[in-house]
């Protein structure tokens, strides 16, 4: 068990599938790794390991560095990455993702 307690080999999993810049598919990336299936108290615990300066939002720059949660020898997710990230999270249009777009996106 690791991050969020997820199983290490499904985060490796996870993690080598977007391994190439610009290969990163959040959808993928949530199934593989197995958030999907996690509660949503373990979505939560998630969302505020990512959230890394506790504001109550994942911004641009936390969302560059995604994988790092995962791995610390993870790359970070490119522009377009993390642009299109951010596009498919923020519901409300506000430049963030709030717990509850999170879950949206994890479960979606």
Known sequence: MTFAGLDAAAIKAALDQCA??????????????????????EVKKAFCVIDQD????I?????KLFLQNFSAGARALTDKETKAF???????GDGMIG???????VKS
Do not use: I, R, W
């Open 20 to 41: 190439a810049a610009d290969s990163f598919d959040l959808k993928k990336f949530f199934v593989t790794s197995g958030m999907t299936a996690k509660s949503a108290d």
């Open 54 to 57: 506790a504001s109550g939002f």
């Open 59 to 63: 911004e641009e720059e936390e969302l």
């Open 86 to 92: 951010l596009a498919a999270g923020d519901a409300d």
């Open 99 to 105: 717990m509850d777009e999170f879950a949206l996106l």
